[in-house]
């Protein structure tokens, strides 16, 4: 089982690289797309801005081996904050960017949806399971999980929306389709709850 | 419900240990009068176990960043061991410099004098990693009708700290952490007036530190202030403060924990 981390140096690839580490399991980094090549897990610990994410993704010719992967191959995708945002079909920050694709929908600025509280939504706040089991496999709904994003997705088709979180407004906190996962939280930085949920997508989803 | 946050502060110096540089957690009074506390890593871990929302670790060593290799091994072998959002900052003079805090383990990072010299590096930084990486830190005196300082207390920047705040907001920052050097390390209680303007006046998070002894001074902070976090580096340091009476007496009095 090949797992790889996505690094586009933008990004803390160290503390996911560490979280796998910590459940006994190899993994590498692919700063190519070439090094994904015999990957059948992969995980893009995604933070940034979306537009400059990617067009890092254009312009390193990361799609092919992306298509190939996670649409062709239907190898499992863990898209964290950014890495599951631009899966949609465009977003925007400072400037709008079509993205990905792979889940129909867009990513919206919080104020968008009309919430008024202080941005970056940054702490811990709690998830609203929809669907047991997949990534929330032995995770008791409510439990508390690390968020750092002003964006959310937008528009997505309620089947493959898997929990919500509220911040005045409700947004979508996780997402699946088939072989791809997403999640706005960070799992790598919220504790022992986040560390079960890198287990839950590599081993048992 | 978005939970209040309590942040532990860890600043690192370096100390000399059979011929080897050790990095150890050290706390100030004023931004002067440096005490040596411990193991950072240890110490770490006791905050994680005891439910820490996040932690600073502060670079405390003047060494240019190019040759503290000695801080950034660090900081991979702390964030090796510690699975919550760091913040980390202490000299980051360029877009490099982030990236390698970042390549080390930081989530967000914390810029303080490169923001007082040249206020638009905030914006830069902000477009390559997103607002949600960038902390700027803002020290004020309040004996000195909250002058701002840079340069760790050292250069007074000529500016009112409301129009700073919403200087750095408008630049780019995604969060502001306050503090006044002048109650750090004092345990008197955290400036609450100072608290209380920035965090009402502004639409990012603001963190507030600086003077906590009691638990009643978190309590304190965030009943009567729109803060988001308090964070201390004194009042967690020293064995006679245990973090979990000190959670449920916050609890206790109605605020959001996680």
Known sequence: ?205 | MLKKRIIPKLLIKYEKFQNKYTPVCVTTKNYNKINFVGDPISQGKIFESQLADEIVLLNYERISLKENKIYFDFLKDFSSNIFLPLTAGGGIKTLKDIEMYLKNGADKILINSVAGVDKSFVKKAARNFGKQCIVVAIDFRSSKENEIYIDRGKSKINVDILSWAKTMQEFGAGEIILTDIDRDGCRSGLNIEVGKNISENLEIPVVLSGGCGLAGHFVEGFKKTKIQGISAGTFFSYRDQNFFETRSQILNNKINLR
């Open chain 1, 1 to 205: 089982m090949k797992i790889s981390i996505i690094d586009l140096d933008v990004c803390n690839v160290h503390s996911i690289s560490k979280c796998i580490e910590h459940l006994g399991l190899k993994f590498s980094i692919a700063k190519n797309p070439s090094e994904l090549r015999d990957s059948e897990i992969i995980i893009f610990p995604g933070i940034g801005s979306y537009p400059a994410v990617m067009k890092k993704i254009i312009k390193n010719n990361w799609i092919n081996i992306l298509n190939q992967k996670i649409i062709h191959e239907k190898r499992k995708y863990l898209g964290i904050c950014l890495g599951m945002q631009i899966l949609t079909d465009n977003g925007e920050e400072f400037i709008s960017q079509e993205g990905l694709g792979y889940i129909n929908g867009n990513v919206l600025n919080l104020r968008k949806i009309k919430c008024e509280f202080v941005l970056p939504h940054t702490g811990w706040n709690s998830v609203n399971i929809k669907n047991e089991g997949g990534l929330f496999k032995d995770i008791k709904n409510g439990t508390h999980f690390y968020f750092n994003h002003t964006f959310v997705l937008n528009d997505i088709d309620e089947k493959y929306v898997t929990s919500r979180t509220e911040y005045q407004k409700e947004f979508i906190s996780s997402i699946r389709k088939d072989n791809i996962f997403g999640v706005q939280f960070h799992p790598e930085k919220s504790s022992s709850a986040g560390i079960q949920i890198i287990k839950n997508f590599i081993i048992s989803s």
